[in-house]
């Protein structure tokens, strides 16, 4: 290994040239250098491995590989295909053509908003694998990309500890009552309204806490029938006339004329979405774009500089 620390990509691409063209001179022509320089860089790789690379018969004859150099140019082709790939990768990866993006997210997220995102960002990168990491807590969430699991994250508020995470804010989400489009009135929903009235919704998790806790300030003992972890099950639910449901509004489907959405009166605080990422850690190109996009689409101004959590 010590006799080749100083070998270099010049020896290779000088070795790989003139066992192409047959003679120092056409290798020249062909890398854009002078002949004397073509045979330096020879020479110079030559005295690193301490033997001919080259038989030089003389006059207009083509040089040919000596057996070392033979060997030698198998391995030098090998190194210089890795390198080619290398660069058009790197110029893949800083261009964000290419890669992996795991987005850390919850499943009105997912349903509500990141079509549109994701839509937009495989429009410009067909290539890219996305994949989508969900939970239903705020603290696995958390914990993912704390640990690298994820390369960013959605978040509901600040999470973490101070100064943890990176945070743009994209929107305020208001939770909703929603109910059978033939069961409910005009206007908004009241604690009046929902004292006794039978509620389908979410199984545990943090956005059936902050439901809870938000029905609770109102003055209202929840009085669940029926619970599920998935949206679409509570609101299939909600159309078969088992109760109603208090949802973040992304979490609707708002064309489904078989239900209704009204807003709560008091309103229970709104979800404030977030996308975030590791405090002091560089956004790969893909990964920038996706939080350009998520702001475009929830109407955001673009931050000159992202928002400490």
């Known amino acids: 290994m010590d006799r080749l620390r100083d070998l270099e990509m010049r020896h290779l691409i000088a070795l790989d040239a003139v066992a192409t063209t047959g003679t120092f001179g056409r290798a020249a022509v062909l890398l854009g250098y002078t002949q004397s320089a073509i045979s330096q860089q020879i020479a110079s790789f030559e005295r690193l491995v301490g033997a001919p690379l080259f038989d030089r018969p003389g006059g207009p004859r083509p040089v040919t590989l000596t057996p070392l150099g ?10 210089l295909d890795r390198v080619e790939a290398t660069s058009r990768d790197l110029d893949e990866f800083q261009h964000g053509a290419t890669g ?22 495989l429009s410009e990168r067909p290539q890219l694998d996305i994949e989508l990491v969900e939970a239903f807590e705020d603290d696995k969430l958390v914990d993912w990309l704390r640990a ?14 101070p100064g ?22 005009d206007g908004p929903i009241g604690a009046d309204d929902l004292v006794g009235v039978p509620l389908v919704g979410e199984h545990e998790g943090s956005c059936h806490k902050r ?54 009166d008091p309103p229970i605080t709104p979800r404030d979405v977030r996308l975030a990422w590791r405090a002091g850690r560089t956004l790969s190109p893909v990964a920038q774009r996706l939080v350009d996009i998520a702001l475009e689409v929830c109407d955001q101004p673009q931050p000159s500089t992202a928002l400490a959590s």
């Open 70 to 79: 033979e060997r030698l140019l198998e391995h030098a082709r090998v190194l």
């Open 100 to 121: 992996r993006l795991r987005i850390g997210t919850f499943e009105s997220i997912s349903t509500g908003l990141l079509p549109q995102i994701v839509r937009q960002l």
């Open 211 to 264: 439901v809870n806790e938000g029905l609770l300030a109102m003055g209202v003992q929840p009085r669940y029938v029926f619970r599920s972890r998935g949206n679409g099950a509570v609101l299939a639910m909600v159309r078969a006339g088992m109760g109603m449901a208090v949802m973040a509004r992304m979490a609707i489907d708002r064309d489904d004329p078989e239900l209704a959405i009204r807003d709560l």
């Open 148 to 161: 690298g699991t994820t390369d960013v994250s959605f978040f509901i508020g600040n999470n973490g500890e």
């Open 164 to 185: 943890e995470f990176e945070t743009v804010h994209l929107k305020m989400d208001p939770y909703v009552v929603v109910a059978r489009a033939d069961s409910v009135g």
